[in-house]
């Protein structure tokens, strides 16, 4: 009879052991330490890994870097994501022509947005929903974060939203 639970407990475990059918993923959702989740479009040849203090995913559409210290945790999801997360390397810096991109681009002290259609409307707001940045531009934006204190920050700019991590 221990002969018999012991093959029926091996047969199990086997059974168990058998790879199963891959979920069909369609994004990773990344939960946000401030309570926010960003939902990204997983792409064909998509690698993460951790680099420089950052989640770092990458695609021939580009990269997408999040800073590690700001990150709860992150997942898979058959729900699909946000295609427009991804910089496109193949504009490497210069407009395409007839391009509807905005480049965004944050350097120490500085946000820079670019190929703004006219007379966009660009606006900075901290989680507390006090206005620190607005302006109007068409072509090149360029907003100060000086004096800003380290947090999360959402950019509107001409119906979207972003949201912005300074880690001073």
Same mark, same amino acid.
């Given at each position: 009879?221990? +002969? *018999?639970?012991?093959?029926?407990?091996?047969?199990?475990?086997?059974?168990?052991?058998?790879?199963?059918?891959?979920?069909?993923?369609?994004?990773?959702? &990344?939960?946000?330490? /401030?309570?926010?989740?960003?939902?990204?479009?997983?792409?064909?040849?998509?690698?993460? +890994?951790? /680099?420089?203090?950052?989640?770092?995913?990458?695609? /021939?559409?580009?990269?997408?870097?999040?800073?590690?210290?700001?990150? +709860?945790?992150?997942?898979?999801?058959?729900?699909?994501?946000?295609?427009? *997360?991804?910089?496109?390397?193949?504009?490497?810096?210069?407009?395409?022509?007839?391009?509807? &991109?905005?480049?965004?681009?944050?350097?120490?002290?500085?946000?820079?947005?670019?190929?703004?259609?006219? +007379?966009?409307?660009?606006?900075?707001?901290?989680?507390?929903?006090? &206005?620190?940045?607005?302006?109007?531009?068409?072509?090149?934006?360029?907003?100060?974060?000086?004096?800003?204190?380290?947090?999360?920050?959402?950019?509107?700019?001409?119906?979207?939203? &972003?949201?912005?991590?300074?880690?001073?």
């Amino acid at each position: 009879m221990r +002969k *018999l639970y012991s093959c029926a407990l091996a047969a199990a475990v086997a059974l168990v052991a058998l790879p199963t059918a891959a979920a069909a993923y369609k994004s990773v959702v &990344v939960n946000h330490a /401030d309570g926010g989740t960003t939902k990204i479009t997983m792409e064909s040849g998509m690698t993460t +890994k951790f /680099d420089a203090g950052n989640l770092l995913l990458e695609c /021939d559409k580009g990269e997408i870097r999040l800073p590690v210290e700001n990150l +709860k945790n992150w997942t898979f999801s058959a729900e699909n994501g946000l295609d427009n *997360l991804w910089e496109d390397k193949t504009l490497s810096g210069i407009d395409a022509v007839g391009s509807d &991109v905005v480049g965004l681009e944050q350097t120490g002290e500085r946000l820079l947005l670019t190929n703004l259609p006219e +007379k966009s409307k660009v606006m900075l707001v901290s989680m507390e929903g006090r &206005v620190v940045a607005m302006a109007t531009a068409t072509g090149t934006c360029e907003l100060s974060l000086a004096g800003l204190s380290k947090g999360v920050y959402v950019l509107t700019y001409n119906e979207k939203s &972003v949201k912005i991590a300074l880690t001073r």
